[in-house]
């Protein structure tokens, strides 16, 4: 059973647009969301994070928001960018990770 | 953040040879590093997961007598392909956990590209 669910699998964004991810995971005891950005033939690198006892959280045009009760949660990228074209994982923590499956998100300038 | 070092970053290598890849925390100790797959295009495949000083846990359909994994100390975990072949192709890719402060951040390794020939 896939414990965090992501969508969509790949995404083309205008520069200056809103760039929208979304995961659901199923595991009520995760405390803990992070979003990591992957460049081609690199390592994922933190982005942001958030627990669940707050519902957003905001890092530059980075936002995270967070839904509890519906155990969704998502990545905002406000004014996307070219140099933000990469792969986003989502990934749910509780002993152990968890990643989504991926989406890459190309911003056309 | 913390960094994470992995050394090499690529090679090739000849069909069975054994290859070993280093995972370094290089400024915090991680008592657990973990070892992922990625093929392309694909999502993180955990691999193992490795406490210092005690064996590696495999995940199921992890051939642990291929995929030797030692964690020597704090800082190091070192991952060994044994006679490899084509098929072992793949990015690998470690990371650790900092757990100072009480917070769960996993930190990546740039990631090793292995190429069996």
């Known amino acids: 059973q896939q414990q965090v669910k992501q969508s969509p699998q790949s995404l083309i964004v205008q520069k200056g647009g809103i760039s929208i991810i979304n995961c659901a995971y199923e595991?009520?005891?995760?405390?803990?969301f992070p979003w990591y950005q992957q460049f081609p033939g690199k390592g994922p690198a933190l982005l942001i994070a958030?627990?669940?006892?707050?519902s957003e959280k905001k890092e530059g045009r980075f936002t995270i928001s967070f839904n509890k009760s519906a155990k969704q949660f998502s990545l905002h990228i406000m004014d996307s960018q070219p140099g933000d074209s990469a792969t986003y994982f989502c990934?749910?923590?509780?002993?152990?990770?968890?990643f989504g499956t991926g989406t890459s998100l190309t911003v056309i300038p | 953040g913390a960094v994470v070092s992995q050394h090499p970053s690529w090679v090739i290598c000849k069909s069975g040879t054994s290859v070993k890849i280093e995972c370094r925390s290089l400024?915090?100790?991680?008592?657990?590093m973990f070892w992922y797959r990625q093929f392309p295009k694909q999502s993180l495949m955990l691999m193992a997961t490795?406490?210092?000083?005690?064996?590696?846990?495999?995940e199921q359909g992890v051939e642990k007598d291929k995929f030797l994994i030692n964690h020597a100390s704090l800082t190091l975990s070192t991952l060994t392909v044994t006679s490899a072949h084509p098929e072992d192709s793949s990015f690998y890719i470690c990371?650790?956990?900092?757990?100072?402060?009480?917070?769960?951040?996993?930190?990546f390794g740039p990631g090793t590209r292995l190429t069996v020939t």
């Open positions: 958030i627990r669940p006892d707050v």
């Open positions: 400024d915090f100790q991680a008592t657990t």
């Open positions: 990934a749910a923590s509780g002993n152990q990770f968890y």
């Open positions: 490795s406490n210092e000083g005690s064996k590696a846990t495999y």
């Open positions: 990371s650790a956990n900092d757990r100072s402060g009480g917070t769960y951040e996993q930190y």
């Open positions: 595991n009520t005891a995760f405390d803990y």
